[in-house]
């Protein structure tokens, strides 16, 4: 250690960090390891800790900068976030008000109640100290790191703050950046959320604060937990002070004392709800006056001065005109009704999603059909049922469609799957997700050719298709204009360009993007066939022959090589000279080398850490097969979340499983499980 153990030291070590964590978090150029990081954050946590007259609330230790953490620590809630009593009715909203203000009248406020995240953010001498989420109420986690990147969260308070405050929010993503944040996700072949709560949960716990940066996340704040050094009477006068610190306060009413005066206020709320730019699942009521709080008190469950009103998902009839198809940006086909337009909660709605083929099926979804449409806490209404009462006598079962809407290749299903796909090389609909897989480090390995300067080519025109890809030569001098990019970085990324034309042919067969057909099976068909156009000609009867390959990948290759579409693509390739030529061409069984060769295997239940098809890609790409029903040949059964017969079935036929962990550590190290097990 340099130099003696004084606060000069512990100075210079908080600024070295500060350091370090400018470098990693702002500028995405880390000046030491994680370890010494990590090593140089515990001495100064030890130092402070043991010398609290050095302490300083902008420590490094107070406020991480954004380094991934490995897992959140605990916190405990000075002041329990309580959740509210719920009331389902106004008549029990007007009992509730009624037995409350009894004895005395109240003054009530009425807030809109976020469907979000509940938060605590503690602020010392002014400063941003901690953000904990709620957890259980008493005990919640620290996310201070990922609530620092919301730049709606005040990092320091105004003059003269309040030697301590704690603030209870909730953070929430609105609806138009959960769209957008599920269109990135599909371009990118990550996993969707289901609303717009799952979203706003899944971006703030996460480890590594750089992800929460990139999602647009909201804060409401509508309590104040705690205050010392000031005082407060009534809650709106504690709302003024937030509002007056920069934070976003919640929307709230006037203070009222008339009980139906209240009731109106939360009926208003409801008949707006659907105009809002963000999803609120109801509308909360609470006494105003922080004195008559304290008299009411709580019970073990809830305080006694406040009340949430839920609103029930609001339903109407309407009719459907016509059903189409939407292209999603993975070439999911997803099937719209076009409904008369009618109000829903507020808003006008004249669309409704139907999911898949086996849901319009389930439901028995026709053309002309009458039907009841909700929306609940998801941004698209949807179909609850069909008033087959009205059913017009021409109405015809719907079939989908057999080419995809937006570039007329063949549509298929994928095995396991209720979803419908594209599987045109050239859809526009899904153009970017193609660039993005074909350049990818697992497929042509483009580098410089990553999702955000492939975003730039697609929206300034010089790449439309795949072959656009190996024209871009011929924009050089264009390209080395465009903001950020210069002739030096132009050269690389030609550079790899070309580069890429020597690729072998599993590489190209992989970035293809053909659906079912991973890096595993690319390998096998590039030792089966000469060449591309050889595989092209292949039956599906004979594809199926060969190993990895089963009925819904042969289909798929077929289909993929029936379209001309795709057929032209490949053609432009030979032109510009990438290889399309197999160099491993006859030499034996492609699995031989991978050490998953003989197993096979079923995926089931919900997985946290990936879907169901990553599992299974990562299964074929070790050369076992993933097959979709347990048999007695299967030979483990990887057991998620809410598996259910599968496993039953598993147990009864004696086939191993493996839980989520287990599973993950195989893939580490897969000469374990066959050696194991086998
Ligand atoms: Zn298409």
Not at 463 to 476: F, K, M, N, T, V
Request: charged content about 25%; some cysteine.
């Amino acid at each position: 250690m340099a130099g003696p153990v004084d606060y000069a030291y512990v100075e210079n070590l908080r600024e070295k960090l500060r350091q370090y964590n400018d470098a990693y978090y702002d500028k995405d150029a880390p000046l030491v390891d994680d370890y010494t990081y990590d090593q140089m954050l515990r001495e100064l946590e030890r130092l402070e800790a043991a010398h609290p007259e050095w302490a300083d609330p902008e420590s490094p230790t107070r406020i991480v900068g954004g380094r991934a953490l490995s897992t959140f620590s605990k916190v405990s809630h000075e002041v329990r976030m309580e959740s509210l009593q719920d009331v389902f009715s106004i008549e029990e909203l007007r009992a509730f008000l009624t037995k409350t203000s009894a004895d005395t009248p109240i003054e009530w406020v009425v807030e809109h109640k976020i469907d979000g995240l509940s938060v605590a953010l503690e602020y010392r001498d002014g400063v941003f100290y901690r953000g904990a989420t709620r957890g259980d109420g008493t005990t919640g986690e620290d996310v201070s790191a990922n609530l620092l990147t919301m730049s709606s969260i005040p990092k320091r308070l105004a003059e003269d703050p309040p030697s301590r405050l704690i603030v209870r929010g909730e953070v929430f993503m609105s609806d138009r950046s959960f769209t957008s944040l599920n269109e990135s996700q599909e371009e990118l072949g990550q996993k969707l959320f289901a609303n717009p709560r799952n979203a706003a949960a899944g971006s703030l716990r996460q480890l590594d604060p750089k992800v929460t940066s990139g999602r647009d996340l909201s804060l409401f704040c509508f309590n104040v937990q705690l205050v010392e050094g000031r005082k407060f009477a009534t809650h709106l006068e504690s709302l003024e002070f937030l509002a007056a610190n920069g934070f976003p306060v919640i929307p709230v009413s006037d203070a009222v004392i008339d009980i139906e005066a209240v009731i109106s206020a939360v009926e208003a709320i409801g008949a707006e709800r659907g105009r809002l730019s963000y999803g609120i699942d109801g509308a909360v009521v609470k006494a105003n006056s922080l004195a008559v709080r304290e008299t009411l008190g709580s019970t073990s469950k809830f305080p006694r001065w406040a009340a949430a009103y839920k609103f029930s998902p609001e339903q109407q009839e309407t009719r459907i005109r016509d059903i189409i198809v939407q292209v999603g940006r993975s070439g999911k086909i997803t099937p719209l009704a076009v409904l008369e337009p009618v109000t829903v909660a507020g808003s006008t709605i004249s669309r409704a999603t139907l999911h898949n083929e086996d849901f319009i099926e389930e439901k028995d979804i026709r053309v002309g059909d009458s039907v009841i449409i909700q929306k609940a806490g998801d941004v698209i209404p949807e179909v609850v049922r069909v008033q087959t009462d009205k059913r017009p006598a021409e109405a015809v079962p719907y079939a989908m469609p057999q080419v995809c809407p937006a570039c007329g290749s063949v549509v298929i299903r994928r095995e396991g799957e209720a979803a419908s796909y594209c599987t045109g090389a050239n859809c526009p609909a899904q153009r970017l997700r193609r660039l993005i897989h074909f350049a990818s480090r697992d497929c042509m390995n483009i580098e410089g050719l990553g999702p955000a300067n492939l975003r730039v080519l697609v929206e300034k025109g010089y790449i439309q298709s795949l072959g656009d890809l190996y024209r871009l030569p011929e924009h050089a001098s264009e390209l080395e204009r465009l903001p950020g990019w210069g002739k030096r970085s132009v050269t690389k990324l030609l550079e790899a360009v070309e580069g890429s034309k020597k690729n072998p042919l599993e590489r190209v067969l992989t970035a293809l993007g053909i659906p079912q057909i991973g890096t595993a099976a690319a390998r096998v068909l590039a030792k089966a066939f000469p060449d591309i156009w050889a595989l092209a000609e292949a039956e599906a009867d004979m594809l199926q022959t060969l190993p990895d390959i089963g009925a819904t990948s042969a289909q798929s290759i077929r289909a993929f090589f029936d379209s001309p579409d795709n057929l032209s693509v490949l053609r432009e390739f030979a032109q510009f000279g990438v290889n399309l030529t197999s160099d491993t061409y006859g030499s034996g069984e492609a699995q031989e080398e991978l050490p998953w060769s003989d197993l096979r295997f079923v995926v089931t239940g919900t997985l946290e850490s990936m879907s169901r098809e990553e599992a299974e890609a990562k299964i074929r790409s070790l050369g076992a097969a993933a097959q979709s029903q347990v048999s007695a040949k299967t030979s483990f059964v990887v057991v998620g979340a809410k598996a259910g017969s599968k496993a039953t079935k598993a147990a009864a036929l004696g086939i191993p499983t493996l839980d989520e962990a287990a599973f993950l550590d195989a893939l580490q190290n897969p000469a374990t499980l066959s050696a194991r097990e086998i």
